[in-house]
T-cell receptor, first 119, second 112 residues
């Protein structure tokens, strides 16, 4: 079984609808992330969570919200979807960064992605 | 600049060497990474280099680091069609709370 899973894998929705993307992990990692990928723009960080009670905005959090229901689960919501949120969304996890929050090795493990289309 | 820079496309013939270049932003980034994204999949760590090294070799992969110029490169020897993918350079700059900052990715196409 995959260590990081995302549901759904594909979703088509309409402008104004509320959408939730879910991520689960079995790696026992504290840190979880949501990214979006757009052609030519690479990966941009939406939200990240250091643990269940620590959630932080990333580079492009406007229009998104998250919920860390448990160590293993991190959900991304689009409260009112708009067409420019059409993208590929990835969840990722990593172990706690040793030695504090800088200067440390941070391998991230990615889910397979959710392709979201907003019409 | 403020972004991790990579060229967007590279095309090579099977059997040739591929060199993917990256310019990162923070000379104090302790680790620098190369991630690979195969078609239809998420990213996977391919290799990394610690900042006190200037070269790391792992089978067909060679990573070169020039800290003075903040330049990172990935060389793939004897490139195969299975190496066709998008390759992302990433760093963890000071103040990023240990988060990775990714380049935009280089799409490598390998022609038979």
């Amino acid at each position: 079984d995959a260590d990081v899973t995302q549901t759904p894998r594909n979703r088509i929705t309409k402008t104004g609808k509320r959408i939730m993307l879910e991520c689960s992990q079995t790696k026992g990692h504290d840190r979880m992330y949501w990214y979006r990928q757009d052609p030519g723009l690479g990966l941009r960080l939406i939200y990240y969570s250091f643990d269940v009670k620590d959630i932080n905005k990333g580079e492009i959090s406007d229009g998104y919200s998250v919920s860390r229901q448990a160590q293993a689960k991190f959900s991304l919501s689009l409260e009112s979807a708009i067409p420019n949120q059409t993208a590929l969304y990835f969840c990722a996890t990593s172990d706690s960064v040793a030695g504090g929050r800088t200067f440390s090795y941070n391998e991230q493990f990615f889910g397979p992605g959710t392709r979201l289309t907003v019409l | 600049g403020e972004d991790v820079e990579q060229s967007l496309f590279l095309s090579v013939r099977e059997g040739d060497s591929s060199v993917i270049n990256c310019t990162y932003t923070d000379s104090s980034s302790t680790y620098l990474y190369w991630y690979k994204q195969e078609p239809g999949a998420g990213l996977q760590l391919l290799t990394y280099i610690f900042s006190n090294m200037d070269m790391k070799q792992d089978q067909r992969l060679t990573v070169l680091l020039n800290k003075k110029d903040k330049h990172l490169s990935l060389r793939i020897a004897d490139t195969q069609t299975g190496d066709s993918a998008i390759y992302f350079c990433a760093e963890t700059p000071t103040g990023s709370q240990g988060n990775l900052i990714f380049g935009k990715g280089t799409k490598l196409s390998v022609k038979p």
